[in-house]
């Protein structure tokens, strides 16, 4: 966490920047965002950004990779409701002086 970046994002907040990150979520996905967007982001280094990009993006691709996944998913969730996009959760753990890194 990069204190400075949460503090200037806590200063800054309002509903009306919560309702146009909404907006923009709608027309980039081309469907109405009808979930909670978290509002809180996590600010963290740009090393450790991108290497929960690159794990979460090895993730997906093994999960479409795989029939059986691919297959149970599909009955699971009915078509009309299909994500347009994908979520993924990810932990972070600081070992004793050491840089946070992903978790996996």
Request: with cysteine; glycine share 2%.
């Amino acid at each position: 966490m990069i204190p400075a970046l949460r503090t200037r994002f806590n200063r800054d907040y309002t509903d009306e920047k919560y309702a146009a990150l909404l907006s923009v979520l709608d027309e980039r996905s081309a469907a109405k965002v009808e979930f909670r967007v978290s509002e809180t982001p996590v600010f963290v280094a740009k090393a450790l950004l991108q290497q929960m990009a690159d794990e979460g993006a090895a993730l997906a691709f093994r999960l479409i990779a795989n029939t059986t996944y691919l297959s149970a998913a599909r009955r699971a969730i009915p078509h009309h409701v299909r994500p347009t996009f994908q979520e993924m959760d990810k932990a972070c753990r600081k070992t004793s002086g050491a840089p946070a890194e992903a978790a996996a």
